[in-house]
């Protein structure tokens, strides 16, 4: 087991592009979620899976991002029209639904917007 | 609304000596909680967890963490640290009542002087 890998790991993007991570989480795993954080601050939840359905959504999440779990295997989470706002590092985690909730973070995926 | 303070944005300790890290936390439920490290431009690594029973838990790298209920706090100690320690640390706190995402503290700073 590898782990959770992100990709790709940075990217940078000018103002008003789509951009799009892909986040593996660990295989066993039935819980992926999504969380961004800013220079200086802890992480912050953007969303949540279990397997295939998405089950909370921050309000942080504007109608601007959306993410997807399609086989509930990898997700990947799409964010349109970039704003410099953006800016930040996209950490994404898996858990399994038996286990407290113990999540298990990737490297993350550090977005430039220019 | 829940949320997690860690009160100390740096700390500075000399190699050798004893380190401790707060948290305090408000959450409406019975708690999980967790401690993370952050080194820079790295995801998170979990060193240990609370979710029920002994109040006093056991990490990784020779870290320790105490529960209180009474104080809502949640510490982390080590009784030597180690100029590798050097990195960022997060509290966390999730809960099933709250949709099973954890929500962090603004994290603290660790630097170690030889």
């Known amino acids: 087991d590898t782990g959770v890998s992100q990709n790709p790991r940075h990217k940078i993007t000018k103002r008003g592009q789509n951009v799009t991570f892909r986040c593996d989480p660990i295989s066993e795993h039935n819980r992926l979620y999504w969380y961004r954080q800013t220079l200086g601050q802890g992480p912050e939840f953007l969303t949540y899976?279990?397997?295939?359905?998405?089950?909370?959504k921050s309000r942080l999440l504007s109608d601007r991002f959306s993410a997807e779990r399609p086989k509930g295997s990898f997700s990947t989470l799409e964010i349109q029209r970039t704003e410099q706002g953006d800016s930040a590092m996209y950490l994404c985690?898996?858990?399994?639904?038996?286990?407290?909730?113990?999540?298990?973070f990737g490297p993350g995926t550090r977005l430039t917007v220019l | 609304a829940q949320s997690v303070t860690q009160p100390d944005i740096h700390i500075t300790v000399s190699e050798g000596a004893s380190l401790e890290l707060r948290c305090n936390y408000s959450?409406?439920?019975?708690?999980?909680l967790f401690w993370y490290v952050q080194s820079p431009g790295q995801g998170l690594q979990l060193l240990l967890k609370y979710f029920s029973g002994d109040t006093l838990v056991q990490g990784i790298k020779g870290f320790e963490a105490e529960f209180k209920r009474s104080q809502s706090s949640f510490n982390l100690r080590k009784p030597s640290v180690h100029w590798s320690d050097a990195a960022e640390y997060f509290c966390a706190v999730g809960a099933k009542e709250y949709g099973n995402k954890l929500v962090f503290g603004a994290g603290t700073i660790l630097r170690v002087k030889s």
């Open positions: 985690a898996s858990s399994a639904s038996w286990s407290y909730n113990e999540q298990f």
């Open positions: 959450y409406g439920a019975t708690p999980y």
């Open positions: 899976f279990q397997n295939e359905a998405q089950l909370e």
